[in-house]
């Protein structure tokens, strides 16, 4: 049986271009969405331009459910699969969440995609990983975990407590062979931030010291170099793409603009 990743939020963006990433490696691929016509037709995209095995999966990840989570995972298995890799991208991003006056059950529901579904597929993937002694998951997290933005409470601190889960995965299954790691990307050129005509776009060049923000494929490498065994002896760790952004103190508002 050929190798195995699972990427969540994937038919579009980031998580489509991580599914593309394994693919183009051999590897077969699970496609998770909220939606099963769009990560069915994602799987059928990746099958036919790749020459692999690709499946669809649906799930409700603003309510905890772990019979969903199971279901996936022993369908996967029904198959003849034990994963080999599982890519956390799927994400509640808790834009304008005013801390003064955001509802409770909103904030929380941002903890209950990012950190509460996350640890429900984590630890059911972990399971078959622990069959074969061996397997990599895959936290797609963000800069904000260092450094916040405004209005994002629950976003920010999500992304920082996934940093102490992936370091807690590490940790306790590293005795069966499980690595845990996390990309933090900065700025990507998601649809949003092309739409967006008052985002850091205007000002780019001042933003990160490389003078960009990530493509899609950007995120894609980080999470390949993750997932594989081109990092066998990495875990616990984060890698940091986002053009300089965090290393900077400030930024320099005297650049040229590009």
Known sequence: MRKSVLVTGATNGTGYAIAERFACEGYDVFIGSRSLERSDAAAKTIAEKYGVFAKGYSYVADRLDEDNVKAIYDDIASMGYLLDTLVLNAVNLGIGQVSLEVDINELMSVYTTNLGWNFL??????????????????????????????????????????????????????????????????????????????????????????????????????????????????????????????????????????
């Open 121 to 258: 597929m984590a630890r059911n993937a972990a399971r078959q990983m622990k069959q074969k002694g061996k397997g990599s998951i895959v936290f797609i997290g963000s800069n904000s975990a260092l450094r916040v933005t405004e209005d994002r409470c629950a976003y920010c601190s999500s992304k920082s407590a996934m940093i102490a889960m992936s370091k807690s995965f590490a940790v306790d299954w590293g005795k069966y062979g499980i690595r845990s790691n996390v990309v933090l990307p900065g700025l990507i050129k998601t649809e949003r931030w092309e739409t967006n005509k008052n985002n850091a776009r205007c000002c780019l060049a001042n933003y990160t010291p490389i003078g960009d923000v990530a493509e899609f494929e950007d995120i894609a490498n980080a999470a390949w170099y993750f997932g594989s065994d081109e990092s066998r002896n990495t875990t616990g760790a984060e890698l940091v793409v986002d053009g300089g952004m965090l290393a900077q103190l400030t930024p320099n508002l005297n650049r040229e603009l590009k």
